[in-house]
T-cell receptor
Framework: EAGVVQSPRYKIIEKKQPVAFWCNPI?????LYWYLQNLGQGPELLIR????????DSQLPKDRFSAERLKGVDSTLKIQPAELGDSAVYLC???????????FGPGTRLTVL | AQKITQTQPGMFVQEKEAVTLDCTYD???????LFWYKQPSSGEMIFLIY??????QNATEGRYSLNFQKARKSANLVISASQLGDSAMYFC?????????????FGQGTILTVHP
């Protein structure tokens, strides 16, 4: 069974540029999470989806971050414009329902110059 | 707000020895879940073990066991017979209830180094 797929694995951009990350969850997992992990820290939840509905986006900086999960399967997280402080690893996870174990993807490491 | 504290930034252990990674938590909820994840240098988060707040027995998964002391609000991970491949960052996490059910709150992590 394929795990959570994320792309790209690495991204280097200049500040003020837009960037997008893609996540494909494990087949059948209706719950999808985007986490932000700063260097040397634990992940922090940005947004959680139940199917195509964002049910917890309280930690998402909505002035520059946006996310979508149009068909309730794969998801895209966008930053526009990127700032130096956005350099981090962006992790996607999925689970079968809220009580299910969360399986994480390999993450996208973003560097903003 | 829920909080997870891991007070050991780094730990060292000799191969084949046991090691305990500390985790304390703070919550006013009666029902919650506690998790441990391993994050190797490659970056992926690997689920290790889970303990429910109402579970009376300490969770065990192979070489991993969770020393759950509810009154002390601690959930320490014990790795027996350490292997070189155990060298990684380890995170303790709590699953929230209520409107944020499903959200994991992570601690700061502990870097474990296993020496041959």
């Amino acid at each position: 069974e394929a795990g959570v797929v994320q792309s790209p694995r690495y991204k280097i951009i200049e500040k003020k540029q837009p960037v997008a990350f893609w996540c494909n969850p494990i087949s059948g997992h209706n719950t999808l999470y985007w986490y932000l992990q700063n260097l040397g820290q634990g992940p922090e939840l940005l947004i959680r989806y139940e199917n195509e509905e964002a049910v917890d986006d309280s930690q998402l900086p909505k002035d520059r971050f946006s996310a979508e999960r149009l068909k309730g399967v794969d998801s895209t997280l966008k930053i526009q414009p990127a700032e130096l402080g956005d350099s981090a690893v962006y992790l996607c996870a999925s689970s079968l329902g809220l009580a299910g174990e969360q399986f994480f993807g390999p993450g996208t490491r973003l560097t903003v110059l | 707000a829920q909080k997870i504290t891991q007070t050991q930034p780094g730990m060292f252990v000799q191969e084949k020895e046991a090691v305990t990674l500390d985790c304390t938590y703070d919550t006013s909820d009666q029902s919650y879940g506690l998790f441990w994840y391993k994050q190797p240098s490659s970056g992926e988060m690997i689920f290790l073990i889970y303990q429910g707040s109402y579970d009376e027995q300490n969770a065990t998964e192979g070489r991993y066991s969770l020393n759950f002391q509810k009154a002390r609000k601690s959930a320490n991970l014990v790795i027996s017979a350490s292997q070189l491949g155990d060298s990684a960052m380890y995170f303790c996490a709590m699953r929230e209830v209520g409107t944020s059910y499903g959200k994991l709150t992570f601690g700061q992590g502990t870097i474990l180094t296993v020496h041959p």
